[in-house]
């Protein structure tokens, strides 16, 4: 037993002398599932040897770790929200942790200012670990949470170089198989609505477009390339501006179900027919593209799987803080149907 310190012992001394993050402490105290038996041990035995009492009303009062993440959502445009992606991967998420003592907070974190008041909070012991979502290629906040110590995954990546953990799909083996299966179906004019290019998830999906467009030897330039936001309304806008350079066109790629679902909406209005016309594919795989008319061909994201293995990650570094970041790409697939 080593000598006990001066003073009363904090919740940091004994989650440093038992080699773990604050939050299992916590957990451990409060009896919370999830945690290691070794680790459970190595936390009494730190409690034990520093003679640490837990005082539950003072930790209450001081917003101390009470098993809690945030889904921290860094979108600045509230008209975003309305679409499904953002819904499914808060579901998605939110059932990774249902069979956990772990609680998840869903907060909105758009400027500077919240950004630093949301890294003063998180620090400040309300949250164990944060879950980050729609982060575009210049947003400092998961340096700001490495930083500060917080474990912290990340939903898709900022670049090719990411530092913090994250888990993503195969955006560019994906958008290359959905145009591959275009011109396997004998399309040449082939032109994609993209996201926003200041996230890597956007420019993955042009990427795939562009590889598989330069695999089969098929010319296109700039002018066959649309950027949208991700919106049911920047597909629309983009669809538009495509045929007035392109009336050609024999195919599209959106690089999301609901810009699919624009572009359709478009065509249709145009009298052109998908996909005897123009043939159209998606990315998401949403019950959009199942209800859509005609019932979308896109590029299935596993949803489900990411929102477990963000939480999986993030568990994983509150209990080792000291554990590699990790960087998890999971497998799209191509679901046919009837618009390619």
Not at 15 to 27: D, E, F, P, Q, Y
Not at 116 to 139: C, I, K, T
Not at 198 to 203: G, L, R, S
Request: neutral net charge; charged residues 25%; proline residues 4%.
């Amino acid at each position: 037993m080593g000598k006990r310190r001066p003073g009363t012992p904090t919740l940091e001394e004994v989650a440093a002398l038992a080699g773990v993050g604050r939050g299992t402490v916590s957990r451990v105290i409060n009896n919370a599932a999830g945690v290691k038996e070794s680790t459970r041990r190595a936390v009494q035995r730190a409690i034990a040897e520093l003679g640490y009492v837990p005082n539950l009303a003072a930790r209450s009062l001081a917003g101390r770790p009470a098993d809690a993440v945030a889904l921290a959502i860094t979108e600045k445009d509230w008209r975003k929200f309305g679409e499904p992606f953002f819904a499914e991967v808060v579901r998605a998420v939110g059932d990774a942790l249902a069979d956990t003592a772990v609680q998840l907070l869903v907060t909105l974190v758009r400027t500077d200012a919240e950004r630093q008041r949301f890294v003063e909070y998180a620090r400040g012991g309300r949250v164990d670990g944060v879950l980050l979502m729609s982060v575009h290629a210049d947003d400092p906040l998961p340096d700001m949470l490495a930083d500060a110590g917080l474990p912290t995954v990340l939903l898709g990546r900022r670049s090719g170089d990411e530092r913090v953990t994250y888990v993503d799909a195969d955006n560019t083996g994906g958008a290359r198989e959905a145009v591959a299966h275009l011109l396997h179906g004998g399309r040449r004019a082939i032109a994609t609505i993209t996201g926003p290019l200041d996230m890597y998830v956007a420019q993955c999906r042009l990427r795939g477009y562009q590889e598989a467009l330069e695999r089969a030897g098929v010319g296109t330039g700039a002018s066959w390339v649309a950027e949208g936001d991700f919106t049911e309304t920047s597909g629309r806008r983009a669809m538009a501006e495509i045929l007035r350079r392109h009336p050609a066109v024999d195919a599209v790629l959106a690089a999301s179900d609901a810009m699919a679902a624009g572009a359709l909406a478009v065509l249709r209005a145009a009298g052109r027919r998908v996909p005897e016309d123009v043939a159209v594919i998606g990315f998401d795989d949403f019950l959009l593209a199942q209800h859509a008319e005609p019932p979308l061909t896109t590029v299935r994201q596993p949803v489900e799987e990411i929102g477990r293995t963000m939480v999986r990650l993030l568990l994983e570094e509150m209990e080792q803080p000291e554990v590699a970041w990790r960087h998890v790409i999971l497998r799209t697939r191509l679901v046919v149907r009837d618009s390619a």
